[in-house]
């Protein structure tokens, strides 16, 4: 049959239909033989190769692979100095994980809006967040999809803020600059920080990677990921000399495997065929939604090419979310909320952060000036997409939303 055929018989796929899928196989089987025949598990060849391959193919002078996102972006802050008083500006709409960080270096997060279409940052919103205390911004790529840095390095640099990239989603991603593309991660700010966890682009069970073009922040973070030690164990295996090694600074233990990095070499492999796929993906979800009435498909600014980590809906005026996602994981799909708003969990109480409109609510759940991350969360689900995606499982997800946006509408 052709996917012609298939696409008009749309019979329902054998197996249920994930919201995420990684690609692992023979590659990355044999590439875990390296580090485990040689007995060298962590901090040797391999995580070393992983940095020198990874800074090459995003475009940055220094990489250092870290345990998690959580931890690169952890150090990232405490690296640029932010400390107890201090204020970071992000996102409330994002992975809890972009403002704990924050908090673990026990500055206050200062949430600002995202824009009312897309996922990303409203940057007009910067400017009067800011007050002397700000130390740095966390600029968010949610979803993968490119915020505005342009704006964000603008307003940074007038006031000599620092700016962390949180591109946990955005490995492969680019974004244009003066009439140039760069890959995410370059990186434009002054740090990126990437998640290598399953829902992310590239995997290794776990694990983080921060990107620099300063070097003596690269060096820096290179020591503090292995309790602050100032030789890397390299250096040490490779000596003929007795070498002591000295500890002077508070270290933190957020080290990558090796076993992992072996796996990261393979994965980065599959990257660009990966991005490839998956905009592919996307242009069909765009060919097959965008007829669906009141249905909000993502957009992408033409300085931005998203690597479509996820591809998320805003669904039409009296939708209900729950009952929308459960009749789509009774045909077999699944889907996820979009993404949450941070200021809303029970992890923030009042106090324990800053909206960032002068004169609002002083850290109160019931925030106006976050409305439209709000509305994000309650109206935008998820659709699956992964790069082993058939036409026919990804039309059948395209047919059971538009069946079950029909049934809801109907009813209402
Ligand atoms: C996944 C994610 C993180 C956390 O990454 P981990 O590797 O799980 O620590 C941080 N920020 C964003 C936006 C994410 O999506």
Redesign the pocket.
């Known amino acids: 049959m052709t996917s012609e055929q298939i696409s008009h018989t749309m019979t329902k796929p054998q197996s249920f239909i994930p919201i995420a899928k990684p690609l692992l196989g023979e590659a990355e089987l044999e590439a875990v033989k390296r580090p485990l025949s040689s007995g060298w598990v962590t901090q040797g060849r391999e995580v070393a190769a992983f940095e020198v391959e990874f800074a090459e193919l995003v475009g940055a002078a220094h990489a250092c692979a870290v345990s998690?996102?959580?931890?690169a972006?952890h150090l990232a802050l405490h690296v640029l100095g932010v400390s107890p008083g201090d204020e970071v500006i992000t996102v409330s709409h994002?992975?809890i994980?972009?403002a704990n960080v924050i908090r673990y270096c026990g500055a206050t997060p200062v949430f600002i809006d995202i824009e009312a279409t897309g996922y990303n940052v409203d940057t007009r919103l910067l400017a009067e967040a800011i007050t002397e205390k700000t130390k740095a911004i966390i600029a968010?790529h949610?979803l993968g999809m490119p915020c505005d840095l342009a704006s964000i390095l603008a307003v940074a640099a007038q006031n000599n803020i620092a700016v962390v990239e949180?591109a946990?989603?955005a490995l492969g991603s680019q974004i244009q600059r003066d009439g140039c593309w760069s890959n995410i991660g370059a990186p434009l700010g002054d740090i990126a920080c990437f998640?290598?966890?399953p829902?992310?682009l590239i995997t290794t069970g776990?694990?983080?990677m921060l990107t620099t073009n300063r070097s003596g922040l690269a060096e820096r973070l290179g020591r503090l990921r292995q309790h602050g030690m100032d030789v890397n164990d390299r250096i040490r295996h490779a000596s003929s000399q007795v070498i002591n090694e000295h500890y002077s600074e508070l270290g933190f233990n957020y080290r990558l495997t090796d076993i992992q990095a072996a796996i990261g070499r393979e994965q980065l492999k599959r990257l660009p065929a990966m991005v490839q796929q998956r905009r592919a993906l996307a242009v069909v979800y765009q060919a097959e939604l965008s007829a669906i009435e009141g249905l909000g498909l993502p957009l992408e600014p033409d300085w931005a090419r998203s690597n479509w980590q996820s591809y998320c809906v805003r669904l039409p005026a009296g939708v209900d979310q729950a009952q929308l996602m459960q009749l789509m994981l009774d045909a077999g799909v699944a889907t996820r909320r979009g993404v949450m708003c941070i200021h809303r969990e029970a992890a923030y109480r009042p106090g324990q952060w800053r909206c960032g409109s002068l004169g609002c609510c002083d850290g109160l759940k019931a925030c106006g000036q976050l409305r439209h991350s709000e509305a994000a969360q309650a109206q935008s689900i998820i659709l699956p997409l992964y790069v082993q995606m058939t036409k026919q499982e990804q039309l059948w997800v395209c047919n059971t939303l538009k069946g079950a946006l029909q049934s809801l509408l109907e009813r209402a």
């Open positions: 998690s996102c959580t931890a972006l994002s992975f994980a972009s968010v949610q949180d946990a989603c998640s290598f966890h829902r992310k776990d694990g983080g």
